[in-house]
Nanobody, 125 residues
Framework: QVQLVESGGGLVQAGGSLRLSCAAS????????RAWFRQAPGKEREFVVG????????SYADSVKGRFTISRDNAKNTVFLQMNSLKPEDTAVYYC??????????????????WGQGTQVTVSA
């Protein structure tokens, strides 16, 4: 079993920055693709960004391109999400997810087996 724990969420003003972390423990799959999804109140969970197991391939939702950056440290089984130029519409619960023994990123939630508990990101206008 793999456990994912997110941290780094909080309240920030529009234009500000936050850095989320997702640490994996347990029966880790350090070479599996990881991703961040988010869910705003009254909306469906949506893909934000993903990174391949090797770290050499990333995929971003159009809404965050140029503002968010994903990275990973496989030695620490940790994935990071640097969020800059935050907007009120980025407000959501952010979830970290991991695939099972798959290197490639997919942009749909059924492709991910392991999920964190979520961390709240609130951007005020």
């Amino acid at each position: 079993q793999v456990q994912l724990v997110e941290s780094g969420g909080g309240l920030v003003q529009a234009g500000g920055s936050l850095r989320l972390s997702c640490a994996a423990s347990g029966r880790t799959t350090s070479r599996s693709a990881r991703a961040w999804f988010r869910q705003a109140p009254g909306k469906e969970r949506e893909f934000v960004v993903g990174i391949s197991g090797s770290g050499d391939s990333t995929s971003y939702a159009d809404s965050v391109k140029g503002r968010f950056t994903i990275s990973r440290d496989n030695a620490k089984n940790t994935v990071f999400l640097q969020m800059n130029s935050l907007k009120p519409e980025d407000t959501a619960v952010y979830y970290c997810a991991a695939r099972f023994n798959r290197d490639a990123v997919v942009r749909t939630s059924p492709g991910y087996v392991y999920w964190g508990q979520g961390t709240q990101v609130t951007v005020s206008a």
